[in-house]
């Protein structure tokens, strides 16, 4: 299976808090990313985010959608994200949305995950093109 890794940066990062209680602060969350490596391009994501009393302590899911090159090959395609953290424990982990690729991307399929190493964000994708 192929893969594809390198590096994004966030360009932007938008949050609205809809419900700040006692336990967790609940927020929408949309991010611009610029992809470099194997992925080339950009990409706009919308995340739901849980930070627990403890800031160390949250989760989020969304999705995002993104448009440019995987490795020299044009189109787009969603991913789906899961992630939690505990204390210094992160894990994330991003699918395609199967039957969103478009153009040279249509069929792709796979997934993989994200590494934020003090703010310097790493990336891995394994996919199939169909």
């Known amino acids: 299976m ?3 890794e390198g590096t994004f940066d966030i360009d932007s990062w938008e949050p609205q808090t809809y419900d700040e209680r006692e336990g967790a602060t609940l927020s ?4 611009t990313k610029t992809f470099r490596g194997g992925l080339e391009g950009a990409s706009t994501t ?3 985010t849980a930070v627990a009393q403890v800031e160390t302590s949250a989760a989020y899911c969304g999705f ?7 490795h020299g090959r044009e189109g787009t395609f969603v ?7 505990a204390g ?17 991307l249509r069929g792709i ?8 190493d003090g703010g310097a964000h790493s990336y891995h994708l394994d996919y199939e093109l169909g």
């Open 2 to 4: 192929p893969r594809a």
């Open 28 to 31: 929408r969350v949309r991010i």
């Open 46 to 48: 919308d995340i739901l």
């Open 64 to 70: 995002e959608r993104f448009t440019g090159a995987l």
């Open 79 to 85: 991913l789906h994200h899961t992630a939690t953290s």
């Open 88 to 104: 210094d424990e992160q894990t994330l982990h991003w699918t395609v949305l199967p039957d969103s690729g478009t153009g040279e």
């Open 109 to 116: 399929t796979g997934g993989g995950g994200i590494v934020n």
